[in-house]
C-alpha cells in the first residue's frame, strides 16, 4: 500500500493513475516515519521475547 501511495516517489512516474500519488511531494517525510515505526516495533518485539527467554531460561536453571 505504502509502494502505491508513494508511486512518484519510487518511480517518478507523473502518469500514475492514482491521483492521491501525483499529489505527494517528493521529499515526503511520513514515508520515512512509517518505515522508522515499523522498525522501532519490530526491534521492540524481538527485545520483548528475548528478555521473556533469558526470563524463562533463569527459572528453569535454577531447577535445583
Known sequence: MAIIANERYFLENNNSKFKDAQD????????????????????????ITLSGALLIAALLSNNN
Not at 505527494?24 to 518505515?35: A, D, E, G, Q, T
Not at 522498525?39 to 524481538?46: A, H, P, Q, V
Open 24 to 47: 505527494f511531494p517528493v521529499n515526503n517525510l511520513s514515508f520515512y516515519r512509517m518505515i522508522k515505526e515499523v522498525l522501532t516495533g519490530f526491534f521492540r518485539i524481538i527485545l
